[in-house]
């Protein structure tokens, strides 16, 4: 079975503290993505790596950055977290190869910036 | 712009047939994934469709027409455990082939007794 685990499920954070999220998979997938999930809004992709040191921007990357120093490992970084990166962040990885290769997802990690 | 499309919200009787649609305007097309996301929980893969037609699955069927930019997602037989969030996604061409994929909202089916 594929595993993709994120270090927290919940977290609190005040305004201005650095936050990192960190995700793991052990699958050997190229690809990971960093996701944040809001009411009504669905998932949006911040960041996503395709290889190791590799990265490109998502959808809404401001106030985010990503670090893939190792293949299986991917951090997301709150430099400055601020009350509207109030959110559910999930992470997921998906191999090159094969047309029907879906993502995989963690569980989530539900961050309250107060 | 990207814009994929779905029902916030639907309810339905458990043993009854159910069909979520989505709709998509993408620019690029590499295919249609639906997952099914419980309260709380991961979204987990449930069907993929690359090219128009119909898949089935056991008691899911998933349904795609390119010209059309249409796709639904059809539960049978539905049980209380279908309650959850069903989330329809695009893949677009991406750097690497990294198969980047646009969500659409979710839409909650809540099933009933």
């Known amino acids: 079975d594929v595993k993709v685990t994120q270090s927290s499920r919940y977290l609190v954070k005040r305004t201005g503290e650095k936050v990192f999220l960190e995700c793991v998979q052990d699958m050997d997938h190229e690809n990971m993505f960093w996701y944040r999930q809001d009411p009504g809004l669905g998932l949006r992709l911040i960041y996503f790596?395709?290889?190791?040191?590799?990265?490109e921007k998502g959808d809404i990357p401001e106030g985010y950055s990503v670090s893939r120093e190792k293949k299986e490992r991917f951090s997301l970084i709150l430099e400055s977290a601020s009350t509207n990166q109030t959110s559910m962040y999930l992470c997921?990885?998906?191999?090159?190869?094969?047309?029907?290769?879906?993502?995989?997802f963690g569980p989530g990690t539900r961050l309250l910036v107060l | 712009g990207q814009n994929i499309d779905q029902p916030t919200e639907m309810t339905a009787t458990e043993g009854a047939i159910v069909q979520i649609n989505c709709t998509y305007q993408t620019s690029g097309f590499n295919g249609l994934f639906w997952y099914q996301q419980h309260a709380g929980e991961a979204p987990t893969f449930l069907s993929y469709?690359?090219?128009?037609g119909l898949e089935e699955k056991g008691r899911f069927s998933s349904f795609l027409s390119r010209s059309k930019g249409y796709s639904y997602l059809l539960l049978k037989e539905l049980q209380m455990k279908d309650s959850a969030s069903y989330l329809c996604?695009?893949?677009?061409?991406?750097?690497?082939?990294?198969?980047?994929?646009?969500f659409g909202q979710g839409t909650t089916l809540q099933v009933k007794p």
């Open positions: 997921a990885s998906s191999p090159t190869s094969g047309s029907q290769e879906t993502q995989y």
């Open positions: 996604a695009v893949r677009l061409h991406g750097s690497g082939n990294t198969g980047k994929l646009i």
């Open positions: 790596s395709y290889d190791v040191k590799m990265k």
């Open positions: 469709n690359v090219l128009d």
